[in-house]
């Protein structure tokens, strides 16, 4: 029932975004198609029609959980930085002994080859 909802553009409000997901999900696999058509009571030349409707609805939904999930990376890299605390010269100094002796060793073995 859910599928031919879907089909005549019903947006399925009520059920939660996994919900909707997986029903359009499935109409767009093709998973009982033929009955939701013929619950929804669509013509066979609108099938292609309804089915774009529900891609794009899809299609939407998909774009908003990427921009969640990259809004919430972000927001964890500015966490992360504001509980490591400020940049001490000491660490920026370590950091730089520990890049000139990996360099040295680099040279040494190039000059051993």
Do not use: C, F
């Not at 921009?67 to 000491?90: L, T």
């Amino acid at each position: 029932m859910q599928r031919a909802r879907a089909l005549r553009g019903d947006a399925l409000e009520e059920l939660t975004d996994s919900q909707r997901e997986w029903v359009w999900r499935s109409l767009l696999r093709g998973v009982r198609l033929g009955q939701a058509t013929k619950l929804a009571q669509i013509a066979p030349e609108e099938t292609p029609q309804a089915l774009q409707q529900v891609a794009n609805r899809y299609s939407t939904l998909m774009d908003h959980r990427q921009r969640e999930r990259q809004r919430a990376s972000v927001d964890d890299i500015k966490r992360a930085y504001k509980e490591q605390g400020p940049y001490h010269d000491a660490h920026k100094a370590e950091h730089d002994h520990q890049r000139a002796i990996a360099q040295r060793d680099g040279d040494e073995r190039h000059r051993a080859l």
